[in-house]
């Protein structure tokens, strides 16, 4: 590897990890925003969107920059092909955090509703270490963290599903709470749906490491 190949992967590397911290950030504020029902937090969100998709514009043009001077092969390669698909995984986390931001703003102007406590508790949790766990897998390459996260992704959706019927049943119960439930569905969603961005980069650590695509593989 050539030295100045060998500076723009390490630059490359840096800014992924400050646009995994960002991400980070508003996902741990969207998700103070509605299980504290305090509006600061959706603002602080919504003030970090367009730094997060600048970000992702960048590393972009960053990649194909790299691409074009220095054809990189082999392990290379891989990392930069691996680093184009983070990037937009991490991009649509942001957009989830953002909307699970603007469902809690609505949700704070209603009475809340009665959920599941591992919505509340457990789901957040799993969330945040899930993001967590499969950037410091890319970081380091490590192969036991991508697979913990996989491993992870069972129990997100569980709690998603389960919440689908809390929210059809109160729905029955109480129609006039329809938009409310279905904005905590909606929420609901959006963690799942970053849970699952978070098993894409871990398969992607495991790719870049072993060459081998396990996505679908089931």
């Known amino acids: 590897m050539s030295l100045h190949l060998s500076r723009d992967l390490e630059k490359l590397k840096k ?5 995994g911290n960002l991400v980070e950030t508003a996902i741990n504020n969207a998700i103070l925003a509605l299980n504290n029902r305090e509006a600061s937090y959706v603002d602080e969100v919504l003030k970090h969107e367009n730094m997060i998709n600048d970000m992702e514009v960048k590393i972009e043009e960053d990649c194909l920059k790299i691409l074009a001077l220095h054809q990189p092969v082999a392990v290379d390669l891989r990392f930069i092909v691996v680093v184009l698909k983070v990037n937009n995984d991490l991009e649509r986390m942001g957009d989830f955090a953002s909307n699970i931001a603007k469902r809690a703003r609505e949700l704070m102007q209603e009475d809340p509703l009665p959920t599941l406590p591992e919505f509340v508790n457990e789901l957040p949790d799993l969330v945040r270490t899930m993001v967590r766990k499969s950037l410091d897998a890319l970081v380091k390459l490590d192969m036991n963290l991508a697979k913990e996260v996989i491993e992870m992704d069972d129990k997100v959706d569980q709690i998603n599903r389960d919440m689908y019927a809390v929210v059809k049943k109160e729905i029955a119960k109480n129609p006039h709470n329809t938009e409310t439930a279905i904005n905590v569905l909606s929420c609901s ?3 799942e749906r970053i849970a699952d961005l978070s098993t894409n980069i871990a398969e ?6 072993e060459g081998k695509v396990i996505r679908h593989a089931d």
């Not at 800014?15 to 646009?19: A, C, G, H, N």
């Not at 992607?204 to 490491?209: A, C, H, R």
């Open 15 to 19: 800014e992924v990890l400050k646009l």
């Open 204 to 209: 992607d650590v495991i790719f870049m490491v």
């Open 189 to 191: 969603r959006y963690m």
